[in-house]
């Protein structure tokens, strides 16, 4: 077995998180256009055995119905959806609400290590990780307190530019070696396995305006908060691409679906849902739209980025 059984750094991490970082600064994907070409085509067939690792937002939680309490998993999230489309022959979902890229390598709860799951038998992988590591919940709850301060103004930003660099932007790039020895460990496990890493879907509205009371943040703190998150998809694109990993782009999809929008129209609950979910997770709708972008990956064929 390969060392992948604890997370480890080092120069390669150290060179990896630059390449991020320079990614992160406007060199954009690059990287992404040297990958090489992929060298197994797994996602087609009865044949396949589909592994999904993940947080909550692939997990699902508060959809019906919960098939896991402890890890709030659902029967109608992504994962489950494209292995009933794909109709492989064995599926395991490990995915956990609350896991960041350490649960890959320690139980969480009952949830043994995800990466367990995985052996050379494995054909297709599908991994969601890295929105914990940054602290999504702490990032919500920070900005949701300070929007008293200045509702029209951008509270939250200031705060995370304190220091006088970007908080926010260094948490992402201090990420990306964590994701980085996830996938190389996944490849070591399940080494002839096509594997796919997944964005995060649109969660505020992408030409920056804001909600609200509907979201509690500041005005121009909208903006913020959703070039953040268009930094960590960044950064998972690109630490995909130098893991001979593939790239399911579930934001473009979800533009127009974000958590401001009306009940009918929304894939993405607010603060308070209305419709079975987590609050600032994907309802079952958000679900059906990422199992649709994974799909749409998988029948592109296999490459990187």
Not at 106 to 121: F, Y
Not at 129 to 144: E, K, R
Not at 165 to 190: E, N
Not at 264 to 291: S, T
Request: glycine residues 10%; charged residues 20%; proline residues 8%.
């Amino acid at each position: 077995m390969a060392n992948d059984t604890r997370p480890a750094g080092g120069a390669r991490g150290r060179r990896r998180a630059a390449v991020v970082g320079a990614a992160l600064g406007g060199c954009a994907l690059v990287a992404a256009s040297t990958a090489p070409a992929a060298a197994h085509s797994a996602g087609h067939g009865r044949d396949v055995r589909y592994v999904a690792l993940g947080d909550s937002y692939t997990s699902g939680p508060g959809i019906p119905s919960q098939v896991d309490a402890g890890c709030a998993r659902s029967d109608h999230n992504y994962p489950t959806l494209v292995a009933a489309q794909r109709q492989v022959a064995a599926f395991t979902d490990v995915s956990c609400a609350g896991a960041t890229t350490a649960q890959m390598w320690q139980a969480q709860g009952t949830n043994p290590p995800q990466l367990d799951s995985l052996g050379r038998g494995t054909d297709l992988v599908t991994v969601q990780i890295g929105g914990n590591d940054v602290g999504f919940g702490s990032i919500i709850g920070t900005c949701a307190r300070l929007s008293a301060q200045d509702p029209t103004g951008n509270p939250c930003e200031r705060s995370y530019q304190a220091s006088g660099y970007d908080q926010l932007t260094l948490a992402i790039v201090r990420t990306a070696p964590k994701v980085d020895r996830v996938l190389r460990a996944v490849h070591a496990r399940a080494p002839h396995a096509r594997v796919v890493v997944v964005g995060y879907p649109d969660l505020l509205p992408d030409d920056g305006s804001g909600c609200f009371p509907q979201v509690p943040f500041a005005q121009r703190d909208f903006a913020y908060l959703r070039d953040t998150e268009k930094r960590l998809n960044l950064m998972l694109r690109v630490v995909a691409a130098l893991n001979r990993a593939e790239y399911a782009d579930t934001y473009t999809p979800t533009v127009g679906h974000d958590m401001c929008k009306a009940p009918a129209d929304r894939w993405i609950e607010p603060l308070q849902p209305a419709a079975p979910a987590a609050p600032a997770h994907p309802n079952a709708q958000g679900e059906q739209a990422m199992a649709r972008a994974v799909l749409a990956r998988l029948d592109e064929g296999p490459r990187h980025g």
